[in-house]
């Protein structure tokens, strides 16, 4: 009896949870087929009599989304590639070899997760603003980079000490040199951390506001987030617009979350060696 | 084929130094087993020829060749490890191609190094499947296969055998050996199995806190080990070693200790025993005691009364553990009769087979 009573807790728990999880998107997808009037409606239907795709039409046909998205993408591309292939070598590195000062590059690597962002606004402004970066991407990548590598390199490096040596040693003497027993072996076996570090970069700077907010100006060169901010004037917000860009915004990252699942597996290194 | 040759190899790893000064060749197309208690250094000693640890000092020399600086990819050794070390995200086919492919052979050559070895192993049912897919003694095969392909000048074991079960390791054993035979290699191999050492070692070399306490054919080892180290390190079960004197009694030597006597007249040099400072350890093995009751020859001067403490019975012999005195002394005995804990029992030293070391240095007394 206590049985039953533990899972219909457990199962209450988490019904309760997926409501609250489930609530905002759907409302949001709602608000983005209705017209703009009907923001205030406490209705939870998805489709009504009033609704249409037009939000959906006016956003891709009259708004610069389309440039925003591109810019996000060029902006999260490069910000992923640089974090999985700086993360996934550096990480080696400090999971690998024990040279002077690893442990104090360990320890301010992680010490540097302990200021909140806002905190760092001015000092990037400032330093962007001197090395001539603000309005370009550049300025945005390397912001963007600098604060996702500290958690991807210890994430690697954690990853990488659960690797017995022994696999890249077989592999060194099989004809590898270090390097390509990294690439050849290591990396393969390390997927899913490295899912993990190309799903954290990109989603840094996929959905990133302040920064980006503080460091382009220019309306061109807009990311999403600021795209989509500029929708909401001082009197007027245009809800549907910004719903519906809002439901456009998350598709990429609930594909990629998708695809890359498959990699997020255990248990890779199951029969390599004795366990 | 390739001989290996160590000299004066040193390694240290912070204050703990593993190796002093180690001085040892392995022959073109030996088996040598390097053999010692956990933490000795001879899995490290591996390491130094596969190169995968630089030595402090010392040469490490391949084929003639002096390797110390060559990459382990260059060595042209295959190493077989202790825990598998295959590649969990290929196939078994992969697993033996891949230092082929490494050294870009044409694909007909790749497939045929990896077909030979996979018959010569037995895994050629298992190609297709990922080490996880695999039995303890499966990954084994595929390892040992991962060497074979190479066609290597000198084959490094370390531990190979360790993680198997007991008659798993037994079979693994035979087929080394029988690898051994057909590809008439250099094998070098590490184990702290003295059983592995005596049954597959051409020699063995004997390690014990970093130095080398004896290197031999298994037979010199048994029969003539060179320190109490040796003698109770190799043999299963253990050597017997007694604290005594020898005494002079009306010009016949005597070995005395608690609880024994035993004339040492047979043995042939005893004049040199005689002559050395009297206090003595002496070994004897289980299974040079025999128990009087089956005994053809009776050897009254030389019978030991003992009272057992424990009978562990091993099938085919029985391992008697009794004392005489304060002396402990382990008999492997034949099970003719059954014997029980506080039986009485008379054992016969087989005088020829005593070892001899003195009790300072622990170093054999040669006779």
């Known amino acids: 009896m206590s049985k039953k009573i533990e899972t219909l807790f457990i199962f209450s728990f988490l019904v309760l949870f997926t409501l609250a999880t489930l609530y905002p998107a759907l409302n949001i997808i709602g608000i983005s087929l209705r017209t703009d009037d009907a923001f205030q409606s406490r209705s939870l239907a998805l489709w009504t009599s009033e609704s249409s795709f037009r939000s959906y039409v006016t956003l891709f046909l009259k708004t610069d989304f389309l440039t925003w998205m591109k810019n996000s993408f060029l902006v999260s591309f490069v910000v992923t590639l640089t974090g999985v292939v700086l993360a996934s070598t550096s990480g080696y590195a400090l999971s690998r070899f024990n040279f002077m000062g690893r442990r104090a590059v360990l320890s301010s690597l992680l010490m540097t997760q302990m200021f909140p962002a806002t905190m760092l606004l001015l000092p990037f402004f400032i330093l962007l603003a001197k090395l001539k970066l603000i309005n370009s991407y550049l300025g945005l990548i390397i912001i963007y980079s600098s604060t996702a590598l500290p958690f991807c390199i210890w994430q690697m490096k954690g990853y990488y000490d659960t690797i017995p040596d022994a696999l890249e040693e077989a592999a060194r003497i099989d004809g590898c040199s270090r390097f390509s027993a990294f690439t050849k072996v290591i990396l393969p076996v390390s997927a899913p951390a490295l899912v993990i570090t190309a799903l954290f970069s990109f989603m840094a700077s996929w959905s990133e506001y302040v920064v980006a907010a503080i460091v382009l100006q220019d309306p061109g060169l807009y990311t999403l987030p600021l795209g989509l901010k500029s929708f909401q004037a001082s009197l007027s917000t245009q809800w549907g617009l910004y719903a519906a860009g809002a439901v456009v915004v998350s598709i990429p990252v609930m594909i990629l979350f998708i695809s890359l699942s498959r990699f997020l597996v255990s248990g890779l290194t199951v029969g390599s060696v004795k366990g | ?367």
């Open chain 2, 1 to 367: 084929m390739a001989g290996v040759s160590l000299q004066a190899i040193s390694k240290s790893f912070g204050d703990n130094t593993i190796l002093k000064g180690i001085d040892v060749q392995a022959h073109s197309r030996e088996f040598m087993v390097i053999v010692g208690p956990s933490g000795c250094g001879k899995s490290t000693l591996l390491r130094i020829i596969a190169g995968l640890e630089t030595p402090d000092g010392g040469d490490v020399i391949i084929d003639g060749e002096r390797k110390n600086d060559t990459d382990p990819s260059k060595r042209e050794v295959a190493m077989v490890f202790q825990n598998y070390a295959l590649y969990p995200t290929m196939t078994v086919y992969e697993n033996l191609a891949f230092s082929q492919r490494i050294r870009k052979r044409s694909k007909d050559e790749i497939d045929k190094r990896v077909m030979e070895s996979a018959e010569m192993l037995k895994i050629d049912e298992l190609l297709d499947r990922k080490p996880k897919e695999l039995s303890g003694g499966q990954r084994q095969r595929v390892a040992l296969g991962r060497a074979l392909v190479r066609k290597p000048k000198v084959f490094l074991f370390d531990e190979p055998l360790s993680n198997l079960d007991a008659k798993l390791r037994q079979e693994m054993r035979l087929e080394i050996k029988k690898l051994h035979t057909q590809l008439n290699n250099t094998m070098i191999y590490v184990t702290h199995d003295q059983t592995e050492a005596m049954t597959m070692a051409d020699r063995i070399c004997l390690m014990n806190n970093g130095i080398i306490e004896q290197i031999g054919t298994p037979e010199e080892l048994y029969n003539k080990p060179a320190n109490t180290f040796v003698s109770t390190f190799i043999g299963m079960p253990p050597i017997n070693l007694i604290d005594g004197e020898v005494c002079t009694e009306n010009g016949s030597a005597f070995f005395m200790s608690d609880g024994m006597r035993i004339n040492l007249e047979k043995i042939k040099n005893i004049e040199l025993l005689k002559d050395l400072d009297k206090h003595v350890i002496m070994g004897i093995r289980p299974e040079n005691l025999h128990d009087n009751y089956f005994a053809e020859i009776k050897d009254p001067e030389n019978t030991i009364k003992c009272t057992v403490d424990l009978v562990e019975n091993l099938g085919s012999v029985a391992l008697v553990h009794s004392h005489s005195g304060n002396t402990h002394l382990s008999a492997s005995l034949t099970t003719g009769k059954t014997i029980h804990p506080g039986d009485s029992l008379d054992l016969i030293v087989d005088v020829n087979s005593l070892h001899f070391f003195h009790q300072e240095t622990k170093e054999r007394i040669k006779l």
